[in-house]
């Protein structure tokens, strides 16, 4: 059955993206340290997709730092808005299961990637095609985004499921009778 997702899928989707983009930004700046990169290295990559940033950075600098954290955010929001329309749209009950939600996130991460890191990013930074989009931690990250964002979008529907279930039952100890009152003549 094909239903229309609603706004909570799209607000849904896109805090899961930003929690899945906030654990891939982690991951990058752990995994990219013992080839010479600093930690900053990944954010101000993202932030040299503007030309005056360039050439990309190690240590932190506001510009192209805080730059790419914005960047890398609105990118990891829209990325979980759109995953989240999607399966609202065409799958809503497959929503709620973590395992499932996980490898359809994981290939939402791989196709993430694809997108961005092969066609967008390289469009707006010519350097991205030849260091990032082909390195492996680049696509490993993105695959942990995907599925990082999947569970959390199951785990937010889940719950909003469990509330909306608790809000149809009567509140414990409370007992809901029919009253009958008549009018009496005078």
């Given at each position: ?171 414990a100890g409370v007992k809901v009778t029919a009253v009958r009152v008549q009018a009496q003549r005078t």
């Amino acid at each position: 059955m094909r239903m229309a997702a609603s706004a909570p899928w799209l607000g849904e989707g896109a805090i899961a993206g930003m929690l899945g983009g906030a654990v891939y930004g982690l991951y990058e700046a752990f995994a990219l340290r013992p080839r010479g990169m600093g930690r900053w290295g990944h954010m101000n990559a993202i932030g040299a997709t503007l030309p005056w940033y360039r050439p990309v950075q190690d240590d932190f600098r506001w510009g192209p730092s805080g730059t790419g954290i914005v960047l890398h955010a609105m990118t990891s929001a829209i990325g979980g808005a759109a995953y989240g329309t999607l399966l609202g749209t065409y799958d809503p009950a497959h929503a709620r299961s973590l395992g499932r939600e996980a490898l359809t996130g994981l290939g939402w991460g791989a196709a993430f990637w694809a997108t961005w890191g092969l066609l967008i990013g390289p469009s707006l930074d010519p350097a991205m095609l030849k260091t990032m989009a082909r390195d492996r931690n680049f696509f490993l990250g993105h695959l942990i985004y995907g599925t990082i964002t999947g569970l959390v979008l199951a785990s937010l529907l889940r719950r909003r499921a469990r509330g909306a279930s608790r809000d149809r039952r009567e509140p414990a100890g409370v007992k809901v009778t029919a009253v009958r009152v008549q009018a009496q003549r005078t």
